[in-house]
C-alpha cells in the first residue's frame, strides 16, 4: 500500500500557482518523497524530490514540513498543460527502489 | 540523450498468444524496472532488473510472466498465453545508480498498450 495520502481532485485557475499537498505521516527519516505526473496515460514525469530540505528546479518547488510529516508540491504558474494526475510517492529502501503509486491528484487547470 | 524507449507502443494479441514488450533504458542506465497500469488504476510495480539479473519480482504474477535484462539488447517482458485480464499498458523505468546508493531516480518510458482480444 501507498504510504502516502493525497486529495482525489483541485482545480486550479491558469496562470496561478497550484499548491498539491501530500501527507506521509509513517515516513522513515532515510527515506525520500517524489512527485511524479501523469499526463494522459503518458508514461509518468518525474518532477522533483526531496528529503529534509526544501527544493525548486525548473518545474517545481517542493516544501516539506520540519517533522516530515507531509510536504506540497508548487507549481508557480500553472498552465493548461499541467493538467495531470499528481502522485506523492515515498521510496521504499533497501535492496529495490520499486516505487509504490498511489491514487494521486488529478489536478484540472482551468482557463 | 534520448530517453527511456519501449516498443511497441501498441500491441494488439488474441488471448493465448505470446506478447513481447521490449525497454531500451537511458543512455548508461543498467537498472530497470517494470509497471503496470491496468484501466483507470494506478501504476503497479512489477519487477526490477539489473544487467543479466532480476533482483525483485515480488510484483510479478506468479505464472505466464517473466523479464529478463541481457548484457547487450534491451530489456523484455514477455507474456505467455495472454489472457483478456492482462490487457493494461506498461511501463518501464530506467534509473543511472542503484538503489540506496544516493537519490536514483527513476525515468519512465511511453509505454506499450496491450490489448487482448
Known amino acids: 500500500d501507498a504510504k502516502t495520502t493525497q486529495p482525489t481532485s483541485m482545480d486550479c485557475a491558469e496562470g496561478r500557482a497550484a499548491n498539491l499537498p501530500c501527507n506521509h505521516s509513517?515516513?522513515?527519516?532515510?527515506?525520500?518523497v517524489y512527485w511524479y505526473r501523469q499526463i494522459h496515460s503518458q508514461g509518468p514525469q518525474y518532477i522533483i524530490h526531496?528529503?529534509?530540505n526544501n527544493e525548486t528546479n525548473e518545474m517545481a518547488s517542493l516544501i516539506i514540513t520540519e517533522d516530515r510529516k507531509s510536504s506540497t508540491l508548487i507549481l508557480p504558474h500553472a498552465t493548461l498543460r499541467d493538467t495531470a494526475v499528481y502522485y506523492c510517492?515515498?521510496?521504499?529502501?533497501?535492496?529495490?527502489?520499486?516505487?509504490?503509486f498511489g491514487t494521486g491528484t488529478l489536478l484540472a487547470v482551468q482557463p | 540523450n534520448a530517453g527511456v524507449m519501449q516498443n511497441p507502443r501498441h500491441l494488439v494479441r488474441r488471448r493465448g498468444q505470446e506478447a513481447r514488450l521490449r525497454c531500451s533504458p537511458m543512455?548508461?542506465?543498467?537498472?530497470v524496472y517494470w509497471y503496470r497500469q491496468l484501466p483507470e488504476e494506478g501504476l503497479k510495480f512489477m519487477v526490477y532488473?539489473?544487467?543479466?539479473?532480476?533482483?525483485?519480482e515480488s510484483g510479478m504474477p506468479k505464472e505466464r510472466f517473466s523479464a529478463e535484462f541481457p548484457k547487450e539488447g534491451p530489456s523484455i517482458l514477455r507474456i505467455q498465453q495472454v489472457v483478456r485480464g492482462d490487457s493494461a499498458a506498461y511501463f518501464c523505468?530506467?534509473?543511472?545508480?542503484?538503489?540506496?546508493?544516493?537519490?536514483?531516480?527513476?525515468?519512465f518510458g511511453p509505454g506499450t498498450r496491450l490489448t487482448v482480444l
Open positions: 523505468a530506467s534509473s543511472l545508480i542503484p538503489p540506496g546508493q544516493g537519490t536514483d531516480t527513476q525515468y
Open positions: 509513517t515516513i522513515s527519516g532515510n527515506e525520500y
Open positions: 526531496g528529503l529534509k
Open positions: 510517492i515515498v521510496r521504499v529502501g533497501g535492496a529495490t527502489n520499486k516505487l509504490i
Open positions: 543512455k548508461g542506465h543498467s537498472h
Open positions: 532488473l539489473q544487467k543479466e539479473n532480476i533482483i525483485d
